[in-house]
């Protein structure tokens, strides 16, 4: 096991990384967690013996979005680039040369939610959890980029409802919401999303990443231009 940071940490199973994010706490999405999170995709995508990706939460919760002391420091240049960051986070995973499966073991929001919309194969926990993009119950607008992942990933059904009015949902209600794939009991969480992995890293590695790129590019091009657009434009961010 290597550590990328003190909350990140890897495990290599076979051809399956698992990155496992702890940072004693809510989980919270900040700068040096988006780093440690981009330098383990680093080394899995240039490992050519690595074929998938785990991202798995602490005990209760996967993530709980960004890191509030710099949402709520009064300093918006922070606040730009900390969601800017995130941005690029979400759309590297949803792009990664490698499949990723997320192991979400509890809570979900904001930020958090989002993460788990660029992941490939989304296992979570059935428990009482919440999971879902708040941000207009607490006053604020998702960004473009935010956005747009949603419009992708969401379901048609209930984009609207978690979008626009922020519904927030349990476990089960999250995979009809188009947040998670499956639930499963939360000791197998885990297990189950390094079986998942296992079967995706039998993939022709090749044939996945350029299928990826055929399928979601023009997504992956309007994010990459939004998030730009964000860091020039030096506005206040909305998350």
């Known amino acids: 096991m290597t550590e990328p940071s003190p909350h990140v ?5 076979d051809s399956v990384m698992v990155v496992h994010l702890d940072d004693g706490k809510a989980n919270a999405l900040s700068a040096t967690m988006i780093a440690a999170i981009s330098t383990a995709l680093d080394e899995a995508e240039a490992d050519d013996t690595i074929g998938a990706v785990v991202l798995h939460g602490r005990p209760g919760r996967f993530c709980a979005g960004f890191d509030l002391s710099v949402m709520r420091g009064g ?3 922070a606040v730009a680039t900390l969601v800017s960051d995130g941005g690029e986070l979400v759309r590297r995973l949803y792009g990664s040369s490698v499949p990723i499966v997320a192991a979400s073991t509890g809570h979900a929001l904001a930020a958090g939610a989002l993460i788990l919309l660029g992941c490939d194969v989304r296992v979570g926990a ?3 959890c919440k999971i879902g993009l708040n941000e207009v119950a607490i006053g604020m607008v998702l960004p473009a980029w935010a956005i747009t992942i949603a419009q992708e990933r969401l379901s048609r059904r209930h984009i609207q409802l978690a979008v626009a009015t922020a519904q927030v949902t349990d476990g089960a209600g999250a995979v009809q919401a ?3 794939d499956v639930v499963v009991p939360e000791a197998e969480v885990l297990p189950a999303a390094i079986e998942k992995a ?3 890293a039998a993939l022709n590695g090749r044939a996945y990443a350029g299928t990826v790129l055929a399928l ?3 997504v992956l091009d309007r994010m990459a231009a939004q998030v730009t657009a ?4 030096g506005a206040t961010p909305t998350v």
């Open 75 to 77: 300093d918006f240049a």
């Open 126 to 128: 059935d428990i009482d």
């Open 9 to 13: 940490t890897t495990e290599r199973l």
């Open 230 to 233: 964000d860091r020039e434009a």
């Open 178 to 180: 188009g947040f998670l």
């Open 198 to 200: 296992t079967e995706l």
């Open 216 to 218: 979601r590019g023009p």
